[in-house]
């Protein structure tokens, strides 16, 4: 089992249990609703990437164990959720992870596939946010990546500073875990100081 | 004409009945908006299995007849429009019939693609109602899969009874209609019982 | 370059600034959420054309030009944000100037991969209204194509025309030019007058 394998297989299930625990705090959450709506947010986003790269088959079409990670998470959400939310920072935390893992993982499978860096990164990005802009349009909110400006873009920083170390040949393992943890620590810090980017319009 | 051909075809047209009623009860019924409502509902489901799937060309990118299909659903929606209504029940009986088609030939296509039996049901349930969802999104709904539990879980019910007879070797007419008639069964008891499924959170 | 690069390129980047100017209408214009959203309406409509015809790589994927156009017309937008508003008229404009040039690209392209021409006109509209569906999917407002009927029409008339002249060996400079006059023109005419199509309903 590689080390992209397993990477991807925790953030499915990080995601499958931030999923549903956004689709519990609405008002009908019946079991079918949270399921799939953890499930979207899991496989969403990497599914739009390998449709965008074309390559397939789908990493959740060929191998059934990304839909057990997905029904572990799901199923832990469901035990744990009184306790979840009232620690209140869990589903942040599990979000966190999942974008940091997905970035990563994104921006080296799209360079597996002669992808140029620009696109390599955007693929990265897309990967970790697009899954919860699916579970956002499916529940009728706005998406988080417009409220919350650093969400996406800690996740393209990560994606260049990944792009960055492999250029200068740094040792893989480095290579990923570095920019997983600077995606994750600047998301915390984000939120803890409450940082945004500037504005687009000057006047506002 | 194959039997998945001539099902594909009149559940085609029946979403297209089902989608275009819906987009007609909304307060600018044009002409267009109408037509691309039904257009979706008919060849999103089916359009989603296939892209997951990496199946080219599209049913109906390749064939025009599907395009007729939808065209004459459309029409007949437009005709009969008042009358439908009235009927009440008209668009709900076409919908069912859709979704218990489109479930039942979307199993039956992943299997036949070397694709896992859970994945399979989930293509199968795909099939039946992301059209729905994409018809539901595009209006600004909230997707009925989540306001009407049973609907997608009847559709997979469905598809795991189709998996169960294949597995038995029981006779693919048989093997069709049985979960068909089941899927399309569940719904009607459940509406006419309003029935639906337990909630997640128990203490609600 | 070819005349279908060129205008591809020209309309991407006339599409990124009219998605650019209409994500800074909304209350939070961030910084990456109006390139963002550039960005979907610029290559939404492209990629579900390719996706649906397998057709692979995408534009985009395999050529950063596309990614340097929408960051021209994105900074371009932000630029001028101030005048062009003032202007009123200029987003309407550019989105004409795109959804003119993505029909009859979309034609083309889908007839050189052996479609037949009624679900080529198909893939035209799609290339030039479904990255405005994206971009207002995304920011949860009912689609533009639902709102303004003449929006998507005019596209469907500017790609028969254009499969009439091809049909008829017209050369190949005003196969592209003629359709691309007459859906601005329609266009243009259609919201001055403030046209519209008739209403499905009769009775309304």
Redesign the interface.
């Known amino acids: 089992m590689s080390l992209q394998y397993i990477l991807e297989l925790l953030g499915t299930g990080f995601f499958a249990i931030s999923g549903a625990l956004v689709a519990?705090q609405?008002s009908?959450?019946?079991?079918?609703?949270?399921t799939?709506i953890g499930f979207i947010t899991s496989i969403g986003g990497g599914?739009i990437r390998d449709?965008?790269?074309?390559i397939?088959?789908?990493a959740?079409?060929?191998d059934?164990n990304f839909?057990y990670a997905i029904i572990i998470g799901i199923a832990l959400s469901?035990i744990f959720?009184?306790r979840l939310l009232k620690l209140r920072k869990t589903f942040f935390l599990f979000d966190s992870l999942g974008i940091a893992m997905f970035t990563i993982i994104g921006t080296e499978k799209a360079l597996q596939h002669d992808?140029?860096p620009?696109?390599a990164a955007?693929m990265g990005m897309f990967s970790a946010v697009m899954g919860g802009?699916m579970r956002d349009?499916?529940?009728?909110e706005?998406?988080v990546?417009?409220?919350k400006?650093i969400y996406?873009?800690a996740c393209l920083i990560g994606a260049m500073v990944y792009l960055l170390l492999d250029h200068f040949g740094v040792e893989r393992n480095l290579c990923i875990f570095i920019p997983i943890t600077l995606i994750f620590g600047i998301r915390i810090v984000a939120v803890y100081y409450n940082l945004?980017?500037?504005?687009?319009?000057k006047?506002?």
């Open positions: 519990n609405k009908k959450p019946y079991w079918f609703g949270v799939f599914s449709i965008l790269l074309g397939y088959p789908l959740w079409v060929k059934p839909i469901s959720f009184n992808i140029s620009v696109i955007i802009v349009v499916l529940t009728n706005i998406p990546i417009f409220r400006e996406a873009t945004s980017l500037p504005k687009f319009r006047d506002d």
